[in-house]
């Protein structure tokens, strides 16, 4: 749950902040108080408004480097200004954390390498669940 912004919300504040999802692809059922938001590759953000019937699918981290980046992770947000709360459905889909994600043959060759080295699924999440969230860095 989102809980609403005032109207008046500086740019920086938001519901859910800018991110990337970790795994495969998310899976997103939004209520209809709209909010989310979807960055462009020329760092504009573009409103993704709830269709009834529909869901939002987005690209997530180890799906672009399965890809060699030919499927970008999906940069997202959420900026609740519906004046009431705002609910969401997500469904990560994600693999075993054993699992080794690399380039797959298909999207590479001479002219265009790897842009990752490969990398245990579960370093991978650990890592951006360490950089992402402070009170795991606070000491134990």
Partial sequence: MAAPQPPESADD??????????GFITILCQDDAGGLEVRRRDGT???????????????????????????QSTPH????????????????FDMSLDSIVSCVPTCTDADSPPCHPPVRYGDYLLERLDKNYQYRRQAG
């Fill in 77 to 92: 947000r959420v900026k609740n200004l519906s004046g009431g709360d705002r609910y969401s459905c997500p469904y990560f």
């Fill in 45 to 71: 953000w573009l409103a993704a408004p709830p269709i009834p019937g529909t869901w939002v699918v987005n690209v997530a981290d180890m799906l672009a480097r399965w890809t060699n980046g030919r499927w």
């Fill in 13 to 22: 504040a938001f519901g859910s902040a800018p991110h990337t999802d970790y």
